[in-house]
């Protein structure tokens, strides 16, 4: 259960067995089914939550209903709506599992616990942080400038474990563009 | 000159006169001239910098050598590439003045120092950066969900002191949208 998450920790940052064993213990490991959710919208996003196995995605609607997939998480990711998490409001994002998968959950509480107990995992929190930001600016200028084609091959380089485990028409959505578009670029 | 900022803090954190004066001494006053340029892709970011008056435009180029506007910021907004300054690595941004602007920056010391100095700083600088975060989050699934007219109608209540002082040309980028588009929306 623990082995991918020991692994991932390990390949990042240098803890203590003592430290690990916190880590471990203060986790709730959840499995969930293909198609469920996480997290519906209006509900307040309070965990932090490790992708250990399967694939989940984030997804929100717009006001004709429809779904948009603003991201993907596979093995080794977090998945998590910071806003919600920071600001304890109701979110207007939902998570679900797009396969069956398996979650190691923090409670914000025992998060912040381990954050003040291990000063290396607030670095390493934080960096991930960072770097999810510094992710959001390229998507920004991939969205903006990059045309259709150029998108879809950047997708299937950048996340190749991703792209060949989700539905089409969810990576048309995180790519903003129709799902005939992609079909196209496809053929 | 520091009437825009004393302001701006004093609307957000509380610091004694003592704070407030450390936060003054540190900084160095700049005046831009319209098109003139803070960072040029290849250089490291090293500043932060807070506007003071006048606007901004944070813009990237594509391959084919097509400039991309990623951020505005006018009057009581920091400008930054959080990349380059937190990897300390050279940016693929650029940095230019729309307008004749003055701008507070510190150097990346200073600004470590004060915030070690201020706590109430850092708490403060913290929740800026979240907040951009954030906000990237909302304009992600406002590029991949919005129609042309949404997106523009959208900047248009959001930004309103940008609208009015930017080129129109620079907007449509923004949106990812082709200047005839918008131009269309506009008629």
New interface residues.
Partial sequence: MFATFDQYIQQRISLSEAEMELLRARSVVRKLRKWQSLLHEGEVWRLQCFIASGCCRLY?F?EAG?D?T?RFAVENWWVTD??SY?TETPSVYNIEALAATTVLTWTKESWDELLRAIPALKTFYEQL??R???A??R???S????SAEAKYLEFQQTYPLVFNRVPLHMVA????MSRETLSRLRR
Same sequence: chains 1, 2.
Avoid at 143 to 146: C, E, G, K, Q, V
């Fill in positions: 929100r717009d429809t948009h603003l910071h806003e920071r942080q960072a999810s930001y510094e959001s600016q998507r920004i200028f969205l903006i400038s990059a959505s995180y790519l903003g």
